[in-house]
């Protein structure tokens, strides 16, 4: 059993400002004292916050673990009937999974199912170039069924847009006074527009018609939806044009007759030439007694029409007709569409609500909260794409003891791990790999979840000898049981602990590296109690990690230097060796196989920095405030110090000058802080305090202090 004794060791930090000093300075090999080695509490190490953890370990992927067995025929009936094509005869069950799946392909009903016929066409192409892909089989075992629940959500969505535009076209056809028969009606978009300009009489909706057919999806829905109308007003003003030269009387029978057919048209009437001749008031009440005013989806014309007509004002009655109708329509159709709308956002705020309470879907949360602040299009995008494609998390580790933040569960077959990758030293990022899991609904149980391998399709996390391992599924009751977790609220406090769905009380636990379904009985090797809460509570993060480098390994553990640097800023850095990164506190974390992580802040940072940075030397302790806490002071390789102040600015100090000024007690001494670099003056090499001098005789091997 591991020991989980920590001992840390913390520094108070402090970020000073100070003045940049320029100017040439002697070269530092000047100094006559040998360079100093590297401590050794630095060497091999991140920090000391990181010393406790473990070494990274060497996974031996098995291949075979995920090599999906084949389909059997009860899974195959199942599928058959799922795309509703009769039953599965023995001509469906005599198929290899692929051609199995060539055939789902090839019988479904592609206006039913589209996602369905589109997902068996790509699983089948990647069969096609890979013979041993899984995928045939995994489609066929759950792939088929979840793209069969899309289409049904979809087919219902598709539906109610085929009716909306059916109606649209209705009321376009009736408007520009179009007889328009079923298959005009029940068409694309662009068809109606062609039989609209081959039956139009009226020579604008005609060439307007011309035009848009000619045109994109975009112009067609325009033309039926707008275009016709302005269009069909105009031919109607220019036979009323016409009329005016026989007479006025004969100008205004048309105006009114036309006026009844427009506003008949709006609910896709087409009013008989009867009512053309009746009074207003008579024209409405045949208007009211029709169905379309019986639908309640009609409501505001409705209370329109029977308002006006208990107005008794026959000026109503026309204003009604001309414009009135119009305007208590487009209010049906705007709380039609608001309903709609508000029924889409609903279902998205119950996907966030089930997605929060999950506990391991943040991705899914995150995107419907995005979709909510959008338009209704991105409410539909959301409900029919986006949250079936972000599924996949990682999980982190969160055990502070052992510095495992930044360690992910992972697998490539076989035994599971945690692990942060192996630094590269020909690349600033790699991808770590294997860590991505599509979080699934359980196989076992809908209200809880398996993880399944975005690597290898159709292989999950189970336990089996209570080792957490990446296997295939096999559509086995005893697999779906042990590939399926329950989330429950963190054990430490916060994040998710995954228990085993058929062994109750046991969770997801890594120890050792190794991932165990544990408790803390101590019954066996895993279950040891200490530090089990942290060890089985687990971080859902972003999927496709990268490998977690030694910089990020200490900013991720180390909570006081991740204060104080701050976030990152800038993507890490990799040259001759040395890493760095920058920080948002004016910080920069170097990385040095023989120094580990360590920091330069503030005005030693710039000042660092105009000498060469890691070209020059590297740091070996972060910079820390000194103990007045009116400067800090960073330590470098080769016995070389910055020390700043607000008084004096940021300075070198090094060799046997900066020995001697530590042993009076560096800045606490009677000589205060340094206020330029060591330069040569003669035969000797000198450095000013804010209280005097320190010499260094280089041939006599002598160094003394004076005041000024």
């Not at 609209?196 to 039926?224: E, L, Q, Y």
């Not at 990799?574 to 910080?587: C, H, K, P």
Request: net charge negative.
């Amino acid at each position: 059993m591991r020991s989980t004794t920590v001992h840390s060791r913390r520094i108070a930090r402090g970020l000073v400002a100070a003045a940049i000093v320029t100017g040439l300075i002697a070269p530092v090999a000047a100094h006559a004292a040998p360079p100093q080695e590297v401590p050794p509490v630095a060497a091999s190490r991140n920090s000391e916050a990181t010393a406790m953890a473990p070494a990274i370990p060497r996974e031996a992927p098995d291949p075979a673990a995920t090599a999906v067995p084949v389909s059997t025929e009860v899974e195959k009936i199942r599928a058959v009937r799922a795309i509703e094509v009769g039953e599965a005869t023995e001509e469906w069950l005599m198929l290899s999974d692929k051609n199995f799946v060539f055939r789902v392909y090839d019988r479904i009903n592609p206006d039913k199912y589209p996602l369905t016929k589109a997902e068996a066409y790509r699983v089948f192409r990647i069969v096609v170039d890979k013979p041993d892909a899984p995928d045939a089989t995994a489609f066929i075992r759950a792939g088929v069924h979840d793209f069969v629940d899309r289409d049904h959500i979809e087919y219902a969505r598709r539906q109610e847009e085929a009716r909306r535009a059916r109606e649209d076209r209705q009321k376009a056809a009736a408007f520009a006074e179009i007889p328009a028969d079923t298959a005009m009606l029940d068409g694309n978009d662009q068809n109606f527009v062609y039989q609209v300009w081959r039956r139009s009489t009226g020579p604008k909706v005609k060439n307007g018609a011309a035009t848009a057919w000619g045109g994109d999806a975009a112009a067609w829905k325009m033309f039926i939806t707008t275009t016709i109308y302005t269009l069909h007003l105009e031919d109607q003003r220019d036979a009323i044009e016409k009329a005016k030269q026989e007479s006025e009387e004969a100008a205004r029978i048309l105006a009114a007759k036309q006026a009844k057919k427009n506003a008949a048209a709006v609910l896709g009437i087409v009013a008989p030439d009867g009512w053309l001749t009746l009074p207003d008031d008579n024209f409405i009440r045949q208007l009211l007694a029709t169905p379309e005013l019986a639908d309640p989806r009609h409501i505001e014309v409705r209370n329109a029409a029977i308002a006006t007509l208990q107005s008794g004002n026959p000026a109503d009655w026309k204003a009604f007709i001309d414009t009135g109708l119009k305007a208590a329509d487009a209010r049906d159709a705007k709380r039609e569409r608001d309903i709609l709308e508000e029924a889409d956002r609903k279902k998205v705020r119950d996907i966030k609500a089930t997605a929060e309470a999950s506990l391991v879907r943040p991705r899914l949360v995150a995107a419907a909260n995005a979709a909510l602040a959008g338009t209704h299009a991105d409410v539909v995008k959301f409900l029919s794409e986006t949250q079936y494609t972000v599924l996949n998390q990682s999980l982190m580790a969160t055990t502070p003891q052992t510095a495992a933040k930044g360690w992910y569960a992972r697998s490539d077959g076989g035994d599971a791990w945690i692990t942060p990758g192996t630094q590269s030293t020909t690349v600033a990022d790699a991808p770590l790999g294997e860590a991505s899991w599509k979080v699934v609904t359980g196989l076992a149980d809908t209200n809880c979840f398996s993880f399944e391998s975005t690597t290898h399709v159709g292989s999950y996390l189970r336990h089996q000898s209570y080792r957490v391992k990446l296997q295939a599924s096999d559509g086995s009751d005893l697999f779906n049981q042990d590939a399926t977790w329950c989330a429950k609220p963190g054990l430490a406090g916060s994040g998710v602990s995954l228990e085993a769905k058929n062994v109750p009380g046991r969770y997801l636990r890594h120890a050792n590296t190794e991932l165990w379904l544990a408790n803390d009985s101590g019954e066996f090797a895993w279950d040891y109690p200490d530090v089990f809460k942290e060890d089985a509570t687990w971080n859902v993060v972003d999927p496709d990690p990268l490998v977690t480098t030694q910089i990020m390994l200490r900013w991720l553990n180390d909570d006081g230097w991740r204060a104080f640097a701050g976030d990152p800023t800038a993507a890490e850095v990799l040259v001759d060796g040395i890493r760095y990164r920058e920080f948002a506190n004016n910080t920069r974390a170097y990385w040095g196989q023989d120094t580990g992580v360590r920091s330069v802040s503030g005005a030693a940072l710039t000042k660092y920095l105009a000498e060469g940075g890691h070209t020059w030397r590297m740091p070996v302790q972060d910079t820390t405030a000194t103990p007045d806490g009116a400067g800090a002071f960073t330590h470098f390789t080769g016995g070389l110090s910055i020390y700043a102040s607000r008084f004096t600015g940021a300075h070198l100090i090094y060799g046997a000058i900066r020995d001697h000024w530590q042993s009076l007690g560096s800045e606490q001494s009677y000589l205060g802080y340094p206020t330029a670099d060591e330069e040569q003056v003669g035969i000797l090499r000198r450095s000013t305090f804010q209280h005097g001098y320190i010499y260094h005789d280089p041939k006599a091997q002598k160094t003394w202090d004076t005041t000024f």
